[in-house]
């Protein structure tokens, strides 16, 4: 009786015993399939990051391809703004749209010693502006801010007489009284800008450059009297849109003028022979 007993509860344990195993083996395979279905889902997610970074890359590339597009472009253009039909460029799988807009104001931020140059008369020899009105410096404080003073140095060409006559003047303006001899500007009311001026623009000049000393600062040339100024720079925007329509890329660009080297602002001109 004793060992039926014992057969008995031998047997039973081995009965719970299993159970335990295989609830065990169940977890098991729970927490597998959960891994396992975790380890897809970010392949998955992976894999589709992968083709969305793929695809961004390539509208961006059809994007700058209709930058190039544009610059190769005759920007002799009548009007203020060239806008060709949307197309797909070189094959890309994107529809790129560019447009192409004269600006006739220049408006930014200059390096100490660095010179922005401004057109005054167009690609005809035509000018339009009788006065230009540069506004400058975003600083106000003249004891902790320090202002910039600028230096515009005008270019005027007489072709009247052969050859040409090249002549240069020079004028300076002061945000504040440095005591160096410089004339402090009028402030430039309602403007962002601190201070301001207008200058005269004779028959025969061609353009002009705007130099900031003492100090970095922001200007904006702008035409005071007369027409506007002819286009001082291009506005190239391009935009390019895959053919799903999921991704949109843009670039902009400005295509500035061909302007002369900053040495010029240190050109000595001369109708003779220079003398040491």
């Known amino acids: 009786m004793p060992a039926e007993k014992n057969a008995l509860v031998l047997t039973q344990y081995r009965r719970h015993q299993s159970g335990q195993i295989g609830i065990i083996i169940i977890l098991i395979m729970v927490v597998l399939l959960t891994v396992?279905?975790?380890?897809?889902?970010?392949?998955?997610?992976?894999?589709?990051?992968?083709?969305?970074?793929?695809?961004?890359?390539?509208?961006?590339?059809?994007?700058?391809?209709?930058?190039?597009?544009?610059?190769?472009?005759?920007?002799?253009?009548?009007?203020?703004?060239?806008?060709?039909?949307?197309?797909?460029?070189?094959?890309?799988?994107?529809?790129?749209?560019?447009?192409?807009?004269?600006?006739?104001?220049?408006?930014?931020?200059?390096?100490?010693?660095?010179?922005?140059?401004?057109?005054?008369?167009?690609?005809?020899?035509?000018?339009?502006?009788?006065?230009?009105?540069?506004?400058?410096?975003?600083?106000?404080?003249?004891?902790?801010?320090?202002?910039?003073?600028i230096i515009v140095s005008i270019y005027s060409v007489n072709k009247a007489v052969s050859p040409a006559a090249v002549a240069v003047r020079h004028q300076a303006y002061a945000s504040c009284n440095r005591n160096d001899g410089v004339a402090v500007a009028a402030t430039a009311g309602t403007s962002p800008y601190f201070k301001s001026v207008t200058i005269p623009v004779g028959a025969t000049d061609v353009f002009m450059r705007v130099r900031p000393v003492y100090n970095d600062s922001a200007i904006k040339v702008t035409s005071a009297a007369g027409a506007a100024l002819p286009v001082q720079y291009y506005s190239i925007l391009s935009t390019a849109t895959n053919q799903a329509g999921t991704e949109s890329r843009a670039v902009q660009v400005n295509r500035t003028l061909a302007v002369e080297p900053s040495v010029m602002d240190f050109v000595v001109y001369s109708g003779g022979t220079l003398t040491q």
Request: proline content about 3%; some cysteine; hydrophobic content about 35%.
């Open 36 to 149: 396992g279905l975790s380890l897809a889902a970010q392949s998955s997610r992976e894999v589709t990051l992968s083709r969305q970074e793929e695809e961004s890359t390539r509208t961006f590339n059809a994007a700058e391809a209709g930058v190039e597009q544009a610059l190769s472009t005759d920007l002799s253009f009548a009007g203020t703004q060239l806008h060709p039909a949307p197309a797909v460029l070189n094959g890309a799988n994107a529809l790129v749209d560019y447009t192409i807009t004269k600006v006739d104001v220049l408006e930014t931020r200059l390096f100490q010693g660095v010179g922005a140059h401004v057109q005054l008369q167009d690609t005809n020899g035509n000018q339009t502006a009788t006065q230009v009105r540069i506004d400058w410096s975003k600083e106000n404080d003249c004891v902790t801010q320090q202002p910039a003073t």
